[in-house]
């Protein structure tokens, strides 16, 4: 497992945390926890490969993928939750995932000649419809829909820049980092400035 | 490009654009409309496409797709609605392009060896769950199942007669034009004569 | 049709009409009831296919599926339903329903090289998210994450047990029926005792 690796698992890790976060503000119990959280870190990945026709997902048979899930959801459910102090903290762990799960998208994508504009989109995907995917679940209205800190349009201008040095000849490693540093970069603008996209 | 194909387009950009609109109804923002826009565009023939077995889904991969969705969506954003005139065209829009979705629902159908009877569900579906997703991601109770004018019924109704004129050896188009009309007709007349489905 | 098929097709219609009764308690029409009933019967397998690499999906081609879920409806629709006494017989029949889906789910997964610890996932997934399923179509909060009675916990143990017979080379139809009957049992004895996962 590579360094790459390492940094995805734990951002699934996160993202799966925020999701079992999300279940215990619905009350739901340690089954629905574990959808949710599951829902959250694998949804956007799955809705990519179901559409653009990889098959099985690519979480199936990973163990690992269900033993992180697992246990960011058990974590969840024995913290005490100071949910402002908490969500601080979880800002710039979400900003980092948002970052790495746009520029493994597109690469995947990529991979299954998926042509360039249409693997940005497929990495917008990838990072944020598992947050969709459990808003519809909980019955909230879709975060990601809603007007707001900006969050896809973050993850569409890393990736317009993640394929950008692609073709530059950037080498892959730096140029996922440098696509991480926009997004990170951006929500905190963003979010500081308080910059939102118009309503339609 | 053929003219059927010119058509379809035009029918996805309507159908975008009573996306978009639905978007400006629930106050989301650009991303969000242009989400709800694919989804009602695109989502009935991408679900059809997940059940039926092609993968890629139609649509990746089709700048053309990309553009329209887009456009449909700026444009809506920049329309002042009076919103009663504007249904009642796009009401005769909306008819046209759910023929036009169900008869090409059941070609791919048939061209991936689907059976005449599920040929006709998948056109069904092609025509009707884009609208069904975008109400479930907009948390609206989907119109589709309410009581209510015909509205997929009529699609059904069209398409197994498209299909009925298929094996009766009738040239493709001109299938397809009296597929539309049928469609076209009924709605009419069933929102003129308040005819609905029986309640379950 | 061997012994096994038939009794799925009795859990399909029993999960189709629980399906036609929920449409009905949404003052749905008839379309909208048979999406709900189809929704319910045949979701959790649909998902799993898509999950796995099925495809086409299991019942596309199937009329006696399309029959099946239309007869169903149909029933529900004239049923002058005395709700209570219905649900007492619809539990046992559902909890039949339950055991079954686990298992096959289980068994198409096996055999579509999933690994053991994903078929269980596999086997919950087909036993329950048609369910979920159409309560995200009827907007309703999804009684599967919901604190309440013992219901994807069941499957999930009637599942380990069936792939633990199945290694120990216990005959594929007893190894069935003893899936079927803890799934049952369980269901009973949680349901009396009121045992409940823990709140997350």
């Known amino acids: 497992m590579n360094l790459i690796q390492i940094i995805m ?28 959280a599951f829902a959250t870190a694998y949804g956007g990945g799955t809705i990519r490969d179901l559409l653009i026709g990889v098959h099985p997902v ?68 990838t990072a944020t419809f598992g947050g969709l ?21 973050v993850c569409a201008i890393g990736g317009v820049i993640y394929i950008l040095l692609k073709h530059l000849g950037i080498e892959k490693n730096l140029g996922l980092f440098i696509c991480v540093c926009i997004v990170v970069s951006i929500r905190i603008l963003s979010k500081r400035k308080r910059i939102m996209l118009p309503e339609i």
């Open 58 to 125: 690519n979480w199936v048979n990973d163990y690992l993928a269900l033993g992180l899930v697992v246990s960011a959801t058990i974590i969840v459910s024995f913290f005490d939750s100071d949910q402002i102090r908490f969500k601080r903290t979880i800002f710039f762990t979400d900003a980092i995932g948002l970052g790495m799960f746009t520029a493994a998208g597109i690469e995947i994508s990529i991979n299954n000649n998926i042509n360039d504009g249409y693997a940005v989109v497929m990495g917008v995907i």
């Open 9 to 36: 698992y734990v951002g699934i890790f996160v993202f799966a945390g925020t999701g079992a976060l999300k279940a215990r503000t619905h009350h739901m119990d340690i089954f629905g926890g574990l959808v949710i």
């Open 133 to 153: 995917l459990a808003d519809v679940l909980c019955r909230e209205k879709p975060n990601l829909l809603k007007r707001g800190e900006l969050y896809a349009t």
